[in-house]
C-alpha cells in the first residue's frame, strides 16, 4: 500500500479546479462557437441556392402560363363553340327528316312544288295531280303517317279530274318524325 501525501494548500487545489473547469467550459463554448458559425454558413449557402432555384422555377412557370393562357382562352372559344352547336342541334327541329317521310309516302302521280313548314309545327304541301284518284291516294297516305294530323285538304282542289293543282295543311308530330 503507497501513502499519498499532497503537500499543497486547499485554496491552491479549488483555484486549479477552477482553472481546468474554465478552460474545459472556454474550449467547449469555442468549439461550440465554431460549429454554429460551420453550421450557419451552410444554411446562408443553402438558403442561397434554394433561392436561386425559386427563382429559375418562378421565370420557367411564368413563360408557360403566359403560353398556357393563347391555348386556354382557345379551348375556352372552342368549348363555347361546342355548347352553342349542341344548343343549335338540340333545338333545331328535324325537317330533313320530314321531307324523307313525305317524299317516302308520295305517289309517282303527285308532283309536289313546295313544303312550307312553320316553327309550330303547321306545314303546307303545294303541288299538282296528274289524277284525282292519286290526290285523294297521297292524302291517305298522310292522315296514316305517324307524323300528320289534322289534314286539311279542301274541296275545290278536288274538282279537277286531272292535272288537278292542290294545297294540302296539316300539323307536324315533330316527336313521331324519326332522325336518321
Do not use: C
Amino acid at each position: 500500500m503507497i501513502l499519498t501525501l499532497n503537500l499543497i494548500p486547499e485554496s491552491i487545489k479549488q483555484r486549479v479546479r477552477m482553472q481546468r473547469l474554465y478552460g474545459m467550459l472556454k474550449t467547449t463554448l469555442v468549439v461550440t462557437a465554431l460549429f454554429v458559425l460551420v453550421m450557419g454558413i451552410f444554411v446562408l449557402i443553402g438558403r442561397l441556392i434554394l433561392q436561386q432555384q425559386f427563382t429559375r422555377i418562378v421565370n420557367e412557370t411564368t413563360l408557360i402560363t403566359a403560353s398556357n393562357r393563347k391555348v386556354e382562352g382557345e379551348i375556352r372559344d372552342l368549348n363555347g363553340k361546342v355548347i352553342t352547336a349542341k344548343k343549335i342541334i338540340t333545338s333545331t327541329n328535324p325537317w330533313a327528316e320530314l321531307v324523307y317521310e313525305i317524299v317516302s309516302i308520295l305517289p309517282n302521280e303527285v308532283t309536289v312544288h313546295s313544303i312550307g313548314v312553320t316553327d309550330k309545327g303547321q306545314s303546307t304541301i303545294t303541288g299538282v295531280a296528274t289524277t284525282r284518284d292519286a290526290l285523294l291516294a297521297f292524302k291517305d297516305s298522310l292522315e296514316k303517317s305517324p307524323f300528320a294530323t289534322d289534314i286539311a285538304l279542301p274541296i275545290t282542289d278536288l274538282l279537277k279530274r286531272e292535272d288537278a293543282p292542290f294545297t294540302i295543311t296539316f300539323t307536324v308530330k315533330l316527336d313521331a318524325v324519326t332522325k336518321r
